[in-house]
């Protein structure tokens, strides 16, 4: 139990402090996590932090005793949260959310795959296919996501640099039945450039050390992460994840969830056309500017299934229009760069959100009549990007870190004025705290 548990390993729940100030909070959470309980309450959120290090607290025997349990039965898990939303969803037939939020490398995006193994688990055996089926894709959509959204930094070797937003879609009994992801502002920049320590997005060095030499020479790469300009900065990092080992689980999660292989080889392709583009240089003759490398347009022209001197005009001139003239104006040097890096950033986009839209096609809820099954319930499970500060922060950091103080003051203005409405509610007098 919760009180049993504070005696030996701290206040399970802060709520249970007698006087509160940061100091005593911290030492609490010392406590906590030098016994090993990385979660404790506050009310009914939990704060967790990250052991970086497996922990054998996910397991089917664990999963059990949380199942069906309320939420103070149970020593503080994410799996009481999970348990939570899942019977307030089903008791009362209402969509409810999981918010996950923290500093970058808190564990926000291991605690979203958990929570949702969690609910998986703990949904109805049933015999109906469908419901194997929807659970499996809502799983393996994970991975896939990962591979093209996540990243190293300095603080996190797999990093979400994406805000990432699921509904999980369940019918009358509590099943799931599909599921909905929305996406929100990859840090595109990070195909370009990347902080001392960090990589880019997990999908270039996947390609390039997974890739069997037949698909690496069809895209015209090398093995050799070095060799591409885009990605060199990272090139020697260590980094806690198998890259050669994670392509063949991205790929065969791929299959899995329904990607046609023509598909899966498109996918390659444009990964290879932004590398190939990372390498491309510019030569002024006179004023001038030409592309160095022909070979390497040609290379990119053939990946992207278009003409070689399209690619070439597409490089090195932009198209302006002053009133009803329609003219092509020859880039300089720097201009010409500047356009192959945002042509690198807005291919990578567009192929982030192909593949997000690809598997909503797949896990979406289909031919559910609500007349004859009833109304059909939402879990949300909202895992966003971290905050963090650098030395040089990037437009999208700045978003980032705006969005999180945004969602913060949303979460404390909602958490306080459910509190002030229970103690009304009770005729408890208290000092009123005013929302912005």
């Not at 690496?216 to 900065?233: A, E, G, M, P, T």
């Not at 042509?343 to 896990?363: G, H, M, P, Q, S």
Request: aromatic share 10%; glycine share 6%; with cysteine.
């Amino acid at each position: 139990m919760a009180e049993q548990e504070s005696l030996e390993f701290g206040k399970a729940d802060f709520v249970l402090m007698d006087t509160v100030s940061m100091p005593e909070f911290m030492a609490n959470l010392r406590l906590r996590f030098e016994k090993g309980r990385i979660y404790t309450f506050i009310g009914e959120v939990v704060v967790s932090v990250n052991p970086y290090k497996l922990l054998n607290i996910y397991g089917r025997d664990t999963i059990e005793q949380y199942k069906g349990r309320e939420l103070y039965e149970r020593p503080p898990h994410l799996f009481a949260i999970a348990d939570a939303a899942y019977k307030a969803m089903k008791r009362r037939s209402k969509d409810t959310c999981i918010v996950i939020s923290g500093e970058s490398g808190a564990g926000k995006t291991e605690a979203s795959k958990y929570i949702m193994q969690y609910i998986a688990a703990i949904t109805n055996p049933s015999q109906r296919a469908e419901v194997e089926r929807v659970k499996n894709m809502l799983l393996k959509s994970n991975c896939v996501l990962e591979a093209f959204g996540n990243a190293k930094t300095n603080r996190n070797d797999n990093s979400s640099r994406f805000g990432k937003y699921m509904d999980i879609n369940f019918d009358f009994k509590g099943d799931p039945i599909g599921g909905h992801i929305n996406n929100y502002l990859l840090e595109k920049s990070r195909v370009i450039v990347q902080q001392p320590g960090e990589r880019s997005f997990h999908s270039f060095y996947q390609l390039l050390q997974g890739g069997s030499e037949q698909i690496l020479r069809s895209l015209h790469l090398q093995k050799s992460l070095s060799s591409y300009n885009y990605i060199h900065v990272g090139a020697q990092l260590k980094c806690s994840i198998n890259d050669a080992a994670e392509f063949k689980v991205v790929a065969d999660a791929m299959k899995v969830i329904g990607f046609k292989p023509e598909e899966i080889q498109t996918v390659y392709k444009i990964l290879a056309t932004i590398l190939h583009l990372g390498n491309l240089k510019f030569v002024v003759d006179g004023d001038t500017p030409l592309i160095e490398n022909g070979k390497v347009v040609s290379i990119i022209a053939e990946l992207l299934s278009t003409k070689t001197d399209m690619v070439e005009k597409a490089l090195l001139y932009r198209t302006v229009a002053t009133g009803r003239d329609i003219i092509d104006k020859q880039h300089t040097e720097q201009e010409a760069s500047y356009g192959r890096d945002a042509f690198a950033k807005a291919i990578y986009e567009r192929l982030f959100c192909w593949i997000v839209t690809r598997i909503n096609d797949i896990i979406e809820v289909k031919n559910y009549d609500t007349t004859v099954h009833g109304k059909n319930t939402v879990i949300g499970v909202l895992d966003i990007y971290g905050f963090e500060i650098f030395d040089n922060n990037s437009f999208e950091q700045f978003c980032i870190n705006y969005c999180n103080e945004k969602l913060q003051q949303l979460f404390i203005q909602l958490v306080l004025k459910q509190e002030q409405e229970e103690y009304q509610r009770e005729g408890i007098p208290w000092k009123h705290v005013g929302l912005l």
